[in-house]
Antibody
């Protein structure tokens, strides 16, 4: 069974850059479109975007200019970078695998809390 | 952007009762692009229903989904203690992919 695990810093300052990694175990990064989703108390679940090993990426316009995602096939993980952080970026960040046939997220990481505070 | 509105915000029911959760879309959503998730405190969401009405692997048959166009429903026929949780609908008819605001099913 495929498992996803997020990792990265839990506390950042405003204007800093967030960098998260999602490690795929029990499966291959070649097999899915890989997504990042975040959840904050004020905004519920927000889709950030997806990446694919082919280099295909697509981001939510609400964060488009600040987000970069990529797949590292050598290490079987994928990454998220968000620049120019503000307090509004504080959330639990989830990585998730998209099932293209079912058009749904059928695998999720446990989530990692990110706090933005000076 | 397609906005999904879930109703009610909170549903207070007793174990054994039937739960009916609604999800309205601001534009037509192909049934193939509508999914439902369950989330418990401190956990990631779990896929329940995809394609508006197909149960995901391992999901009990007391969960069912229906609907089309702009009106979708998640039903739980007889609530078990483990079903008291937060439920979200999600669409990917068009980008950006969006989620509803959620319905909390709580014990009455």
């Amino acid at each position: 069974q495929v498992q996803l695990q997020e990792s990265g810093p839990g506390l950042l300052k405003p204007s800093e850059t967030l960098f998260l990694t999602c490690t795929v175990s029990g499966g291959s990064v070649f097999s899915n479109y890989w997504n990042w989703i975040r959840q904050s108390p004020g905004k519920g679940l927000e889709w950030i975007g997806y990446t694919h090993y082919s280099g295909n990426t697509h981001y939510n316009p609400s964060l488009n200019s600040r987000v970069t995602m990529s797949v590292d096939t050598s290490n079987n993980h994928f990454t998220l970078k968000v620049t120019s952080l503000t307090a509004a970026d504080a959330a639990v960040y989830y990585c998730a695998g998209w099932n293209e046939r079912n058009r749904a997220f059928d695998m999720w990481g446990q989530g990692t809390m990110v706090t933005v505070s000076s | 952007e397609i906005v999904l509105t879930q109703s009610p915000g909170t549903l207070s029911l007793s174990p054994g009762e039937r739960a009916t959760l609604s999800c309205w879309a601001s534009q037509n959503v192909n049934s193939a692009s509508l999914a439902w998730y369950q989330q418990k405190p401190g956990q990631a969401p779990r896929l329940l229903i995809y394609g508006a009405s197909s149960r995901a692997t391992g999901i009990p048959d007391r969960f069912s989904g229906s609907g089309s166009g702009t009106d979708f429903t998640l039903s739980i026929s007889r609530l078990e203690p483990e079903d008291f949780a937060l439920y979200y609908c999600q669409q990917y008819e068009t980008s950006p992919l969006t989620f509803g605001g959620g319905t909390q099913v709580e014990i009455k």
